[in-house]
Nanobody
Framework: QEQLVESGGGLVQPGGSLRLSCAAS????????MGWYRQAPGKQRELVAS???????NYASSVKGRFTISRDNAKKTSYLQMNSLKPEDTAVYYC???????????WGQGTLVTVSS
């Protein structure tokens, strides 16, 4: 059973930066598509960014140019670098690890990001 542990959330002022990390426990990390999702109060969970096992990335239009997703397979960790943060980025951010061919889909516990002055 995969376990995903997120870290790096917190309070930041508008225009600031944060880096979220998602550490996995299983050695098959390299086969996952890793994703970062977020859920703001009263809203549905939405995809922020994803990175495939081959390194292809995908971003929500609202974060393109500001956020960068990456992965380090040796460390079994995915990252979300968030720059130029806006109050509307405030949400709980969740890490996701998925392998559709193997029918695997795991979620982290979430980390809160608050953008406020």
């Amino acid at each position: 059973q995969e376990q995903l542990v997120e870290s790096g959330g917190g309070l930041v002022q508008p225009g600031g930066s944060l880096r979220l990390s998602c550490a996995a426990s299983e050695s098959i990390f390299n086969i996952y598509t890793m994703g970062w999702y977020r859920q703001a109060p009263g809203k549905q969970r939405e995809l922020v960014a994803s990175i495939s096992s081959g390194g292809s990335t995908n971003y929500a239009s609202s974060v393109k140019g500001r956020f960068t997703i990456s992965r380090d397979n040796a460390k079994k960790t995915s990252y979300l670098q968030m720059n130029s943060l806006k109050p509307e980025d405030t949400a709980v951010y969740y890490c996701n690890a998925k392998s559709s061919p193997r029918g695997l889909n795991y979620w982290g516990q979430g980390t809160l990001v608050t953008v406020s002055s």
